[in-house]
């Protein structure tokens, strides 16, 4: 992928944007657990909106709180990265599946994210897995674990009501008050 490409991510505003997570909590978590060094983790992105929203808000029922503690950001990546491309029909010949895209076993796509790592790439391409027609990528970019620093500030504004209109239309998501 090109140095320069605009990836989106949802965030929560109790971290940055480019935060890189290595406790195991994500489907390419680099973690101590797979062998993965202590001082890298993955950075989850998206390709457009609608994508992100649903991989950060996984029902279909959300609070309007929920929304307002998340912004958008737009990100441009620094470098140019090598990734391991699992949406290639190609890949199935090193025994990848469509399970790698939405299995429940986090620890095996860890060991996936592991390998690709130590294999040098720099992240991995896959499809998103609460698209259920399969048709949105993600990119997960491994780098410094945490809120490194050197990294080009993105450009973050609240999630709008036009993305809510476009998840409500497309996957049925809702924003309504709890009650």
Request: hydrophobic share 40%; charged share 20%.
């Amino acid at each position: 992928m090109e140095r320069g490409t605009t990836l989106l991510r949802i965030y929560h505003v109790r971290r940055d944007p480019w935060w890189f997570s290595n406790s195991g909590s994500g489907r390419f978590d680099l973690t101590a657990k797979t062998g993965a060094p202590a001082d890298v983790g993955t950075c989850y992105f998206g390709r457009e909106p609608a994508g992100c929203f649903v991989e950060v808000f996984r029902r279909t029922l959300i609070s309007p709180e929920e929304v307002e503690a998340r912004r958008i950001a737009t990100l441009t990546l620094p470098s140019e990265v090598n990734l391991a491309d699992c949406t290639a029909t190609r890949c199935r010949v090193f025994g990848i599946t469509g399970e790698i895209h939405s299995g429940l076993d986090y620890g095996l796509t860890q060991e996936w994210a592991t390998a690709f790592f130590k294999a040098g790439f720099n992240g991995i391409q896959y499809l998103l897995r609460h698209n259920p027609a399969q048709r949105s990528a993600g990119i997960a970019l491994f780098g410094p674990a945490g809120s490194p620093t050197g990294y080009p500030a993105p450009i973050t504004e609240p999630i709008g009501r036009e993305l809510l209109r476009v998840v409500a239309r497309r996957f049925g998501v809702r924003v309504v008050p709890a009650f």
